[in-house]
């Protein structure tokens, strides 16, 4: 298994700033993942960090406005960039450790644009 | 395009009674499917994982079936509690699409007592 932790749990943004989110996990991983979900929707991939090399973003997700940061095995960060209150959302991430299919989830950061 | 359907959206029953949420994909080429809970506000509890060459999984009052041909999976729960009350979700892991899950829009459960 794998215990993630995010930071912060929560935080209200005004908007056209920038929130960093923090995700530590108890054990190195290859992959890490970040979805966002909605108010009342379901999960969505924002993009997949590897260790060492660029994240890959999903269908409608761009680094510019999504970047992430990858220092080591055991850590990553999401930027929300310039928000809006579109950008209101639970962003929540995620990894399947080595030797397991199945995958873990961090608590979620539930951030509110104004 | 993989898509995934939960049918109920919402579903509420007494406590004790036996219930059944269901999923769909559209795409069987899956590698496994995953159930998560999910209380308001939280994260997502990992359930039950059920690889794609197996038929049904089970933990405690849980039991998960999956039908890969005709492209859906079950939820059993036994003998319901309201600490059941969430949201439960489906995913599948697609063959070709590494460790990405599609999500279901997942069944809001409430059991009232």
């Known amino acids: 298994s794998a215990v993630i932790s995010q930071k912060p749990s929560r935080d209200i943004c005004q908007r056209g700033t920038s929130l960093t989110i923090q995700c530590q996990v108890d054990?190195?991983?290859?992959?890490m993942f970040w979805y966002r979900q909605q108010p009342g929707q379901s999960l969505t991939l924002i993009a997949t960090?590897?260790?060492?090399?660029?994240?890959?973003?999903e269908s409608g997700f761009v680094i510019d406005k999504f970047p992430i940061s990858r220092p080591n095995l055991t850590f990553s960060t999401l930027t929300v960039s310039n928000m809006s209150p579109e950008d209101s959302s639970i962003y929540l991430c995620s990894v399947s450790p080595g030797g397991t299919d199945t995958q873990y989830f961090g608590p979620g950061t539930r951030l509110t644009v104004l | 395009k993989q898509e995934v359907t939960q049918i109920p959206a919402a579903l509420s029953v007494p406590e004790g009674e036996n219930l059944v949420l269901n999923c769909s994909f559209t795409d069987s080429a899956i590698y496994n499917l995953q159930w998560f809970r999910q209380d308001p506000g939280k994260g997502l509890t990992s359930l039950l994982l059920?690889?794609?060459?197996?038929r049904e999984q089970t933990s405690g009052r849980l039991n998960a079936s999956l039908d890969k041909s005709s492209g859906r999976s079950t939820l059993y729960i036994a003998a319901s509690q309201p600490g059941d009350s969430a949201t439960y979700l489906c995913?599948?892991?697609?063959?070709?699409?590494?460790?990405?899950?599609?999500f279901g829009g997942g069944t809001r459960l409430m059991v009232k007592p």
């Open positions: 995913a599948v892991r697609h063959s070709n699409a590494g460790n990405m899950l599609t």
């Open positions: 960090a590897n260790q060492g090399s660029e994240a890959t973003y």
């Open positions: 054990s190195q991983v290859t992959m």
């Open positions: 059920i690889q794609s060459s197996q």
